[in-house]
């Protein structure tokens, strides 16, 4: 799934805008909750190395919260990574392009729905 893409999909099937909350990073967009401004969602671009992994380029990520058993299953498959600067035992970094789109909207409306609480 292309960053693009995933923005404005979270932006329609959400109904909030997209958030730029750091100076020194201005492209890793924000999406919270209207009634708690809890966050669901960071769509960003990270350097490949910052990440552990190898080459030089970068790599598009989306964050999301999930249940900690689920982050567990997931950091063991392809495509999903420790969550990059988030609370590892409860934030998941999922790889863009090696995902189906299918299964990033789902996890994404998991996320949206957990911190609805």
Do not use: C
Not at 19 to 46: D, G, H, S
Not at 87 to 110: G, M, P, V
Request: glycine share 4%; no cysteine; charged share 20%.
């Amino acid at each position: 799934m292309e960053q693009k893409e995933l923005l404005a999909y979270i932006e329609q099937k959400y109904q909030v805008q997209a958030e730029y909350l750091w100076q020194k990073f201005p492209t890793y967009a924000v999406f919270r909750q209207q009634a708690n401004q809890k966050w669901f969602a960071l769509v960003m671009t990270v350097p490949a190395a910052k990440l552990g992994l190898s080459g030089q380029g970068n790599e598009e990520l989306l964050n999301v919260k999930l249940d900690p058993e689920l982050v567990g299953l997931l950091k063991q498959m392809p495509g999903f990574l420790p969550a990059y600067h988030m609370n590892k035992a409860t934030w998941i970094s999922i790889r863009l392009k090696q995902i189906a789109a299918e299964q990033i909207k789902d996890l994404l409306a998991h996320s949206y729905d957990l911190t609805q609480k």
